[in-house]
Each structure stands twice: as C-alpha cells, then as structure tokens.
C-alpha cells in the first residue's frame, strides 16, 4: 500500500518562499509521474505541477509558473515544490498525489499560510 | 483551458436514495475523466477512473458514465458515510488538469 508524507509547509510572509517535501513509500517511486494539488480554505481542488518519471518533463498550472519549481530525487523516493515569490492567494493545503492525471494515492496534506 | 462544470452545487437526500451529480466539459475530453469523494476534514479519494472504472476498494453503489462532454456519477443506494463533497477531474488535455467545483452530498 502506497504512502505519501508531507513536510515543510508553515507561515510565510507575502513575497517568500518555502520548500515542500513528500516522502513517498510503498510502491516503486521512479516509476511513476507525481504531482501536487492545493485548496484553499473552505475551496475546491486545484491542480498545481506534475513531474515525470525521469523528471525531465514538467507542467503547472499557470498562476503558478515561473514562481513554483517542482522537482523530484528518485534515489531518495522524495518529491518537493519550491515556492518563490507567494503571495496570499496561494494559501492552502498542499496535497501530493500519485500519477499524471487521475491521482490514486494523496498525501495527508501540508499547510501553507502567506500572510504578513 | 477545458472547464469543468458540476451541478448541483449541493444535494440532499435521504438514506438509501439514488442520487445523481453530473459534470460537464467545456470541450470533449473522450473518458479521461475521475471522480473524487472528500469526507468533511479529510483527504481526497479516488472513486473512478475513465469515467466508468470503479477504483479498488470503492463499493459497488458508486458508478460513472459518460464521455465526451457529459457525465455523471451515481450513488444506487446512498448511505451515512456518503456524505462527502464529490470533484470531478478532467486529465485529457493536460495540462493544465481541471477539477470541477464540487457537490456537496448530505443527508437529509
């Protein structure tokens, strides 16, 4: 059975950054793409990056591009999102999910609050 | 972008009621299409897969169809635990991935 483990969200003034980690374990973590998703308080599910495999493909969701970096260590079964430049809209939970698309296994989520 | 469009945006019913969320693509996106259910403070959860594929572990009672621009999940017999808030999720023309909004389920 599969297991995705946030870290690193907290508290962060508008303009900041903070590096989120997801230790995956369980399953064999290279062969699969890995993505993050976040909500907002009280919102619905919004899809933020995912990453290849090999980790030479990547993708976001435009709101984020150019501020947000994901990036993945197969060797250390880890998945992280470098956040640049946040801003109060980007607080939410942040979740990281198995898969490209449809996303089988989901982390228990990590908070992240910009807020000065 | 391909938008997601779910309605209703929320739904009562009573235990052991067949209940229906439907959810609309803005352009057609074949069967690429997952559905979610999230518990109040909870996790989301995957429920099916390509429109009609019951993920493992998920009971019976939920079901998908469609494909296209139209689909709809139903629950056959709805039951306490069911209270959720249930996303759909285009992955067709990714990216970007779109969810829908939400419906929230309750029992009433």
């Known amino acids: 059975e599969g297991q995705l483990v946030e870290s690193g969200g907290g508290l962060v003034q508008p303009g900041g950054s903070l590096r989120l980690s997801c230790a995956a374990s369980g399953f064999t973590f290279r062969y699969y793409w890995m993505s993050w998703v976040r909500q907002a308080p009280g919102k619905g599910l919004e899809w933020v990056a995912n990453i290849h495999e090999d980790g030479n493909e990547k993708h976001y969701v435009d709101s984020v591009k150019g501020r947000f970096t994901i990036s993945r260590d197969n060797a250390k079964n880890s998945l992280y999102l470098q956040m640049d430049s946040l801003r109060p809209e980007d607080t939410a939970v942040y979740y990281c999910?198995?898969?490209?698309?449809?996303?089988?296994?989901w982390g228990q989520g990590t908070l992240v609050t910009v807020s000065s | 972008d391909i938008q997601m469009t779910q309605s209703p945006s929320s739904l009562s019913a009573s235990v052991g009621d067949r209940v229906t969320i439907t959810c609309r693509a803005s352009q057609g996106i074949g069967n690429d299409l997952a559905w979610y259910q999230q518990k109040p403070g909870k996790v989301p959860k995957l429920l099916l897969y390509a429109a009609s594929i019951l993920q493992s572990g998920v009971p019976s009672r939920f079901s998908g169809s469609g494909s296209g621009t139209d689909f709809t999940l139903t629950v056959s017999s709805l039951q306490p635990e069911d209270v959720a808030t249930y996303y759909c999720q285009n992955y067709n023309s990714a990216p970007p991935i779109t969810f829908g909004q939400g419906t929230r389920l309750e029992i009433k």
């Open positions: 999910g198995r898969g490209k698309g449809r996303l089988d296994y």
